[in-house]
């Protein structure tokens, strides 16, 4: 049976390795890249290379810090991964956006619309930005919003999705100020 | 499987794990503030369905129990909340407005993602999320409020209920399971209800119900899974 | 729904050789459905169909219905003509997903996926497919099934089965459709008597059943050159074999050899079908399987309008897939593609990015101002404005 856990749906069985632990509102680090201040404290987990935040459930609202995807690796592991788009090292902003709105329509989210993508600086370094709406396997709307960067040929992302009704915003401010936070490591 | 479906596949598995659990409820932490003389309180589409086992396992829904069931939940359900002095009105699709049917739909697909929440996260230890705490602090956002304003209520009540329970030869087979030992799964009713303040809509009262016995195919046990399921209602 | 009727449903697909006698006027036949008939409520036929209006209605609220106006008018007539006095028991939802299936359940909701419009190449052909399970429907087969299912009664097996729908990697969103109940593995009995019936009410609706072989030959087609061949649904629960094909083509010339004038009716199809085609292309080529997809662009080419989608879809395959040569393959695609007024302004940024890549900064100045020239308000101005800034 294979086993699929990702961010963004529940496992289909209990797989017992889910749990959670406590992030404290302090300054916290992201892999090796960068340090964030959280704001708040948050329940979190981590799956490969993707550790998820989140206050609710994950399902209701969630950050994902994705630490250093590599050329060819797909988003969200699980399930076939060979019919999944990958990331390509020389992906422009656009592409990176593509890749993650497949990534996201292959496991589920229907109808993904993407919102106003720009420059953005991530930490110091220029990144790239975007918003975007979609609706759930099951037909609940969600929202979410996407900040990134490649560094050394890695992605390094931010994704902060959630419910568009409530609980998407509950912690929209938190997220924004995270992310005003960042500050590279070793520079 | 929908989302449901997962949380109650959980549920199941988390069963099989404890021990026989009581019901056990959660308060909002925006405890009711007032209590009004009777209270109004929408009933929102319970999610009821009953299958029966036959004697290789395989569950056989069955219309005329869950059609029964319904009106037998529904009946105890009046009994139960007249004896809180509270109002019951039962939702009614806007069948002649889509737009507001799509919008009360959200709600109650975002109900069920965050009663899956509440099950996940509260009900089973290993997944407590420690920001959290002992916090029970979930709801509907401001968004509930348009059902508030359509029904004139400050409450809305959700019902979820699954019976599963044996037919005379599957009956046969449990007791002699049982008796060597052997744990078979038999009869078994597995449900929640949630009360959501519609205002700002908080879940202000949850209830898990575990109980291995029970029928809601006659009035009398339909009362009593009704009652235990309602048990602190604090209304 | 409980996980118990979801595996029941997913049962419903990988049925074990059942041997049903399904075929008419065998013992233990059904009766035909009547219009208008619905199950006694003490009935296991009653159960089945508080099922099914239970998957209806999750389907309904879903998000993945189609509610394009004339699309849903369009198809509901095709099925209506067919359907005769059955109509009204029916009702039509067009599901958005770029696999291809049509499905009844026995309380007269009809699915039809877009992967199926997608691959049909007029109305005839479309109508054979919704004729054959509208066969299903008459004859009752779904409710058949599950009685053998249930007279077989090992649910041990059904958890069997929907782990082994799992292992064909069915998660996510075909999952979820799968769960809705959309998929039934008939026996070869009621195939064979769900075609007769198909050809019958495609003939008496007015339809030239010579093109029912077609669409059939076309999958077999993409089957061919699929990366995972057996994963593609339809095939799983309608025998493919090349002996079937021979049989539909023989039924389709004796059926249509009286020289009456049958229809076709390609240009009404079209019609309906275009505007939503550059969607479900870019829905066909999100699954990355390029081989695949390309046996079905090439499909798509032969009706021989809406060419600038077609060339620019072309163009992301090759962008897509990535290979040696395929970046200037895609070039070439999206050039063809600006020689149609119907070529999406896509074009041009896709243009750019990739004259960017092979390294001719002049014309990918070029495409990407002209990208900001048709669509000043584009969604990502920012972005192509921060791109341009860099190649000064």
């Known amino acids: ?187 | 499987m929908n989302f449901r479906d997962r949380s109650l596949s959980l549920i199941l598995i988390a069963l099989a794990v404890a021990a026989c659990s009581q019901t056990k409820a959660f308060y909002g932490s925006e405890t009711l503030k007032s209590r009004p003389a009777e209270a109004r309180v929408l009933l929102m589409p319970p999610d009821i369905e009953l299958y029966e086992l036959t004697a290789g396992g395989m569950p056989d829904p069955k219309a005329d129990w869950t059609a029964t069931a319904r009106s037998h939940v529904a009946a105890a359900l009046r009994e139960e909340l007249v004896g809180k002095k509270a109002k019951l009105l039962v939702y009614e699709r806007p069948v002649d407005s889509p737009s507001k049917e799509y919008t009360h739909n959200q709600l109650i697909k975002l109900h069920e993602a965050v009663g899956a929440a509440i099950l996940r996260h509260k009900y089973i230890s290993s997944l407590a999320l420690p920001s959290k705490g002992d916090k029970f602090d979930w709801g509907l956002g401001r968004g509930a409020n348009v059902l508030s304003q359509e029904y004139d209520t400050q409450y809305a009540l959700f019902i979820y209920l699954r019976d599963s329970y044996a037919s005379a030869g599957r009956v046969a087979v449990i007791v002699g399971a049982a008796l060597f030992g052997v744990g078979v799964p038999g009869g078994r009713q597995v449900g929640f209800a949630s009360l959501v303040d519609l205002h700002g809509g908080e879940v202000v009262w949850f209830n898990r119900l575990e109980s291995a016995t029970g029928d809601l195919r006659s009035p009398e046990p339909a009362r009593k899974a009704v009652k235990e399921l309602l048990s602190d209602l604090p209304l | 729904m409980s996980l118990y009727r979801s595996v029941c449903c997913l049962a419903l697909i990988f049925l074990a050789s059942v041997s049903c006698a399904t075929a008419r006027g065998s013992p233990g036949a059904l009766p035909d459905i009547r219009p208008g008939q619905r199950p006694a409520i003490d009935t296991e036929e009653a159960g089945l169909w508080m099922m099914m209006d239970r998957v209806e209605e999750r389907l309904r609220t879903s998000g993945r219905v189609v509610t394009d106006a004339n699309l849903n008018l369009y198809v509901r007539d095709i099925v209506c003509r067919l359907a005769a006095e059955h109509c009204s028991d029916i009702r039509v939802y067009i599901v958005r997903t770029p696999h291809f299936n049509a499905s009844m359940a026995p309380n007269g909701t009809m699915q039809v996926w877009t992967g199926l419009i997608l691959r049909a190449e007029n109305e005839a052909q479309l109508a054979y497919v919704l004729g054959h399970e509208l066969g299903h429907y008459l004859r009752r087969h779904t409710l058949q099934l599950w009685r053998d299912i249930r007279a077989k009664g090992n649910f041990l097996a059904f958890f069997q089965l929907a782990t082994a729908a799992a292992g064909f990697g069915y998660i996510g969103p075909i999952a979820e459709l799968i769960a809705l109940g959309s998929i039934y593995q008939f026996s070869r009995d009621s195939e064979r008597e769900a075609d007769d019936l198909g050809f019958e009410l495609m003939a008496k609706a007015g339809y030239d059943p010579r093109e029912a072989s077609s669409i059939w030959e076309a999958l077999i087609k993409e089957q061919k050159a699929a990366k995972d061949p057996e994963r593609i649904i339809f095939f799983s629960t309608h025998p493919s074999t090349e002996e079937r094909v021979e049989t539909l083509k023989q039924l389709g010339e004796r059926a249509g050899a009286d020289g009456v004038n049958r229809i076709i009716g390609r240009e009404r199809f079209l019609a309906a079908v275009l505007p939503l085609r550059a969607d479900l292309l870019r829905d066909e080529l999100r699954q990355r399987d390029f081989a695949r997809t390309q046996v079905v662009l090439d499909r798509v080419f032969e009706s021989g309008v809406g060419l600038g989608v077609l060339h620019f879809c072309q163009g992301e395959l090759f962008r897509l897939r990535g290979g040696e040569g395929d970046e200037r393959k895609a070039i070439a695609s999206y050039q063809k593609a600006l020689e149609f007024d119907d070529a999406p302004v896509e074009t041009y940024r896709a243009l750019g990015f990739l004259f960017v890549r092979v390294g001719n900064k002049a014309q990918a100045r070029n495409s990407l101002e002209r990208y900001l020239a048709i669509r000043p308000d584009a969604d990502d101005r920012d972005m192509i404005k921060a791109h341009l800034q860099e190649m000064q």
């Not at chain 1, 017992?16 to 964030?36: F, H, N, P, Q, W």
């Not at chain 1, 993650?100 to 720009?118: C, E, F, K, M």
């Not at chain 1, 990144?127 to 040929?153: A, D, H, W, Y």
Request: glycine content about 8%; charged content about 25%; proline content about 5%.
């Open chain 1, 1 to 187: 049976m294979k086993r699929r856990v990702t961010p963004f749906a529940l496992p289909l069985f209990l797989c017992g390795c889910a749990a959670y632990s406590l992030v404290e509102a302090k300054r916290t680090a992201i892999g090796d890249l960068y340090t964030v201040d959280p704001q708040i404290s948050w329940s979190s987990t981590s799956q490969g290379k993707t550790d998820t935040w989140t206050v609710d459930g994950p399902f209701l609202q969630a950050v994902h810090f994705v630490k250093g995807l590599e050329d060819g690796e797909v988003l969200f592991k699980g399930g076939d991964e060979e019919k999944r788009p990958k990331f390509k090292k020389h992906m422009t902003p656009s592409e990176i956006m593509e890749f993650v709105v497949d990534s996201l329509s292959a496991i589920g989210a229907q109808d993904v619309q993407t919102v106003n993508l720009r420059p953005e600086r991530f930490g110091d370094v220029p990144g790239f930005r975007f918003e975007m709406i979609f609706t759930s396997n099951e037909g609940l709307e969600k929202q979410g919003l996407v900040i990134g960067t490649i560094m050394k040929e890695q992605l390094h992302l931010i994704i902060y999705a959630g419910t568009r009704a409530h609980y998407y915003p509950k912690h929209k401010e938190h997220v924004e100020r995270m992310i005003q936070s960042i500050s590279l490591k070793g520079k």
